[in-house]
């Protein structure tokens, strides 16, 4: 097959006040016409410099190639004017982004953000690239195209979104796309159906594509070739077979031993630590058993929030967003809620320590109600549950140093005398696996995974006995995940913690839970052991839902008949709304399947 | 909007009622002097001895019916007053608030495109001074210019009454001719500050994802920078624009005077002078309504430029 691109030794330098410092070190390597090739490596490894580098878009004045070429279809993209390069971008090389929320202008019609592109390009008239802009919203599988490009961004969800980016993308059939961590943002499910969308554009077109990407079973189901790079160099490539089957350098080995694979505990009863390249194969990796000792006890949890309208701000429709929620978790366990973004599972962690008042329902911390404690009792019982939240750049104060943040939780509580304060923090900075000299850093001195760590060591502060851990690993690399992850395991056995672990990807719950709880709109539709639930999903759901992970493993690609989806009601009800109770039946020991409707 | 209105008819008839002195005085003031008698005639003859709230609810209720009063200084009808002089004010308050949209966000674009180099030095300069300079200080240098040194636009008035024509042309041009100083002094301040804030905005908006987007469309970069970084950066300008307008018009009564414009500035100067509450009171009604309805626009034309807002 022909070279389409070809990179030659290519060094992209970044010019930063402590002077230039290399981001793409000597970099080669070529995409072949109608291939697609994974670029994969962690944040900071260049990978997504790379491909605005063969568009030719890197910010002015801030990144440049300092040597190299860039080959397209045999023309040294460095060697075109401005003008010319305008007439190759969205024509011949497209590209789409990471945040579908971000990449549409809000102020236009998708319409016109498709049509605009063929204009551009395709010299049509206004009339005739509006049609062609439809059949393309249509080709991108967009209900109800012909009215649906009179919309607005965000009149769309954010999977529709990625959907019209695709659609510009591939309006002027280009030669190769250039896909940057397109699914990154997206569900699980939304996920699979544009992976699905891409390979089936593909193959209709023929155009090659350029998939960059973290996550090693997007790769595995993605690609024919693959490129690994590990800051700033290309440390392997392979066919996507040799990658994963017989791989050669260290870091590719690392990266592949840190993704929790779906499956590969199917066998284990208890979860156990991941085994991370590079620790001493003695270790053993003890399975966490916990007791079966039940520390939370949740009945019939009902949140519901008003929806405002009107000009006297009179609530006139209710969002649903826990509906008859039960669930138990036992001391030194960790029970997973799992299920799509709107799905109400952050919202039953936020219920539990009343940052959102609870509608109904009952829910029971060893013996006491915390629904009925009043403000003060309610304070105190705060300290007994603590929650890690996604973001770690956000959820930290930027102005103040790690030692105040982490003692900020004992010093609201007057837990601990000042004389004691510094060693109680330096024994958590030994907890979460962080130097005592940290003590003083602000954040933005951390990486991710480091800043995780300070948002579990100030959790951890005030002896908790349940930690709500919100999506907390999902904004870090993976290798760094694995690591938080089993930092989290080892204090579970260490503390006899129980958590509760809400989280979208499957793979990692598999890793970490006892139980396994799939939650659907508002409603817990299924719950039981890990075990049974990934085994044996009873309720259509939780099957669909499974169905829908991609598997860090190319023999096992997902076709798109496998994919099912239909799209998410509103939760959105009017006053008069009155839902049916949640029934279950229980389908093996401790195995519970909603038996309701749940509008799926 | 008109509970706005009523509002301001009754906090301005209660402030000026709180102030000392009333038209009796002035008229006997003018007249050299009056005994008890004729002052209490007066009084009785203007209204002024009826109770408080009866004259507030007489006056609202004449507002209403558009009949803001007689005015005792000029002896005319205070709306024919107005109307007379409204169109001028009208005239120089939206050309200014245009003209300074207009130059601030063309310097706002011009700066973004090199947010460290020249350029944007030389318009930051420029709004530096812009909002420095008070707007009599510009108005009278800018007289001085162009009275002495360059005399090509005339300096004071609305019109040459010495144009024998019925051509609405000449007209046209001569007003035009007369308006410029004017216009360009009041605008002064308000295009630095369109300057500031369209830069600002436009370099946040320049970062946006949606313009890597529009870039790897292949659009050119007029395209880029003129459809879709602008049309997102113009709400803050729009917004800001709307919330000066009430200073626009405060601006217009200083630059008024200082080049004799015969708007209602000239004449809300002189009724402070003179006393003359019914005129006083009228001028503030119609400078609300002014403001009432800038804001409106400037909701309106928010919306239009952003499918997002619902009003």
């Known amino acids: 097959m022909e070279d389409l691109v070809s990179i030659k030794n290519l060094n992209i330098e970044a010019r930063t006040r402590a002077g230039t410092l290399k981001v793409v070190n000597d970099l080669s390597f070529t995409i072949k016409k109608s291939e697609t090739l994974c670029v994969v490596g962690e944040s900071g490894c260049g990978k997504s410099v790379t491909a605005l580098s063969l568009m030719s878009l890197l910010p002015e004045g801030i990144l440049k190639v300092s040597s190299g070429d860039i080959l397209f279809d045999n023309i040294n993209l460095a060697q075109l004017s401005e003008t010319e390069l305008e007439g190759i971008r969205g024509n011949e090389i497209s590209m789409i982004f990471q945040e579908p929320m971000t990449s549409l202008n809000p102020l236009f019609t998708v319409g016109e953000q498709v049509s605009e592109v063929i204009r551009r390009h395709k010299n049509l008239n206004k009339a005739k690239a509006w049609v062609n802009a439809v059949e393309l919203l249509d080709a991108v599988k967009i209900p109800n195209p012909d009215k649906r490009a009179f919309d607005y961004p965000f009149q769309l969800s954010g999977g529709q979104r990625q959907r019209v980016m695709i659609a510009i993308a591939l309006a002027c059939q280009p030669k190769i796309l250039i896909a940057d961590e397109p699914t990154t943002a997206l569900d699980v499910t939304i996920q699979a159906e544009i992976l699905a969308l891409i390979n089936m554009l593909k193959h209709e077109t023929g155009t090659a594509v350029m998939f960059i990407t973290h996550d090693m079973a997007v790769v595995a189901q993605m690609a024919d070739r693959v490129v690994v790079m590990h800051p700033g160099k290309k440390v392997e490539e392979g066919t996507v077979h040799e990658i994963f089957n017989n791989p050669q350098h260290e870091y590719t080995k690392s990266l592949l031993a840190a993704v929790p694979k779906l499956g590969e505990m199917a066998s284990k009863k208890y979860p156990e630590p991941m085994r991370l390249v590079g620790e001493k194969k003695t270790k053993a990796l003890k399975p966490i058993v916990g007791t079966n000792e039940p520390l939370l006890k949740v009945n019939n949890l009902v ?20 509906e008859d929620v039960s669930f138990t978790i036992m001391k030194g366990k960790t029970l997973s809620l799992v299920g799509e973004s ?42 007994n549950i603590q929650m890690v939240f996604q973001d770690p750049f956000s959820s930290l104060n930027p102005q103040r140093p790690l030692f105040d943040q982490v003692a900020e939780p004992l010093r609201n509580y007057g837990m601990v005398k000042r004389e004691v304060l510094q060693e109680k923090i330096g024994d958590l900075f030994d907890r979460v696996k962080l130097p005592r000299s940290f003590m003083q850093r602000y954040p933005h001195q951390l990486s991710g995974g480091q800043r995780q760590r300070i948002a579990i060591a100030r959790a951890l502060a005030l002896n908790p006995k349940l930690i709500i851990a919100d999506e907390a690993v999902s904004a870090l690399d993976v290798s760094v995940q694995a690591q938080v992850l089993n930092l989290m395991m080892e204090l579970q056995v260490d503390l006899g913690l129980s958590f509760l672990f809400i989280s979208h990807d499957m793979a990692v719950v598999e890793r970490v839970s006892h139980d396994v709880g ?13 075990q049974a639930i990934f085994r044996n999903p009873q309720h259509p759901y939780t099957q669909d839902l499974l169905k829908a992970v991609p598997i860090a493993d190319p023999d096992k690609r997902k076709s798109e008949r496998d994919l099912n989806f239909k799209p998410l009601p509103s939760p959105i009800h009017d006053l008069t709304h009155d839902p049916v109770p949640s029934e279950y039946k229980e389908v093996a020991k401790n195995h519970y399947v909603l038996t309701t409707d749940c509008g799926y | 909007m008109l509970f706005v209105l009523l509002v301001v008819v009754v906090l301005n008839f209660l402030m000026l009622h709180l102030a000392p002195g009333d038209i009796a005085d002035t008229i006997a003031q003018t007249m050299g002097g009056a005994d008890e008698q004729d002052m209490a005639e007066l009084r009785q003859q203007y209204g002024l001895d009826q109770p408080f709230f009866i004259q507030l609810f007489n006056y609202v209720i004449r507002v209403a019916l558009l009949d803001f009063g007689h005015s005792h200084f000029y002896n005319l009808p205070v709306f024919d007053l107005i109307m007379e002089r409204f169109p001028a004010t009208l005239l120089l308050v939206f050309s200014a608030q245009i ?22 030095l030389f318009v930051n300069m420029f709004s530096l001074f812009g909002y420095a300079a008070p707007v009599f200080w510009t108005g009278i240098l800018l007289l001085i210019a162009f009275s002495l040194h360059i005399p090509i636009f005339p300096v004071s008035g609305m019109r040459d009454i010495t144009i024998e024509t019925d051509n609405f042309f000449v007209h046209f041009f001569d007003v035009l001719r007369h308006l410029f100083l004017p216009m360009i002094t009041l605008a002064s301040i308000f295009f630095a500050y369109y300057s500031r804030l369209c830069r600002a905005s436009m370099l946040e908006v320049l970062g946006a994802d949606f313009v890597r987007t529009a870039k790897a469309k292949g659009l050119s970069k007029k395209d880029v920078l003129l459809k879709h970084a602008l049309k997102n950066s113009l709400s803050p300008v729009i917004t800001f624009a709307g919330l000066s307008f009430s200073a626009v018009v405060s601006g217009a009564i200083l630059v008024e005077t200082v080049y004799s414009w015969p708007g209602l500035g000239t004449l809300a100067f002189n009724s402070i002078i003179s006393r003359d509450t019914p005129v006083l009171l009228g001028i503030l ?20 430029l952003d499918p997002r807002i619902k009003i």
């Open chain 2, 285 to 304: 009604i119609f400078s609300t309504l002014m403001v009432t309805v800038g804001n409106l626009l400037t909701d309106l034309t928010l919306k239009a």
């Open chain 1, 303 to 322: 949140t519901r929030y008003p929806v405002k309208g009107g000009v006297l701000r009179r609530t006139v429709a209710r969002v649903h967003a826990v």
């Open chain 1, 342 to 383: 709107g799905c109400g599972k952050s919202t039953v962690g936020r219920s539990l320590i009343r940052l959102v008042e609870p509608t109904s329902g009952d829910v029971n911390l060893d013996g006491q109600n915390i629904l009925s404690l009043n403000q003060k009792d309610m304070r105190e019982a705060r300290s």
């Open chain 2, 99 to 120: 003209l300074s949209l207009f130059v601030g966000i063309l310097l706002g674009v011009y700066a973004a495109q090199n947010p460290n180099g020249l350029s944007s």
């Open chain 1, 518 to 530: 799939v939650m659907y709109l508002g409603r817990l539709v299924e719950i039981g052991p890990r």
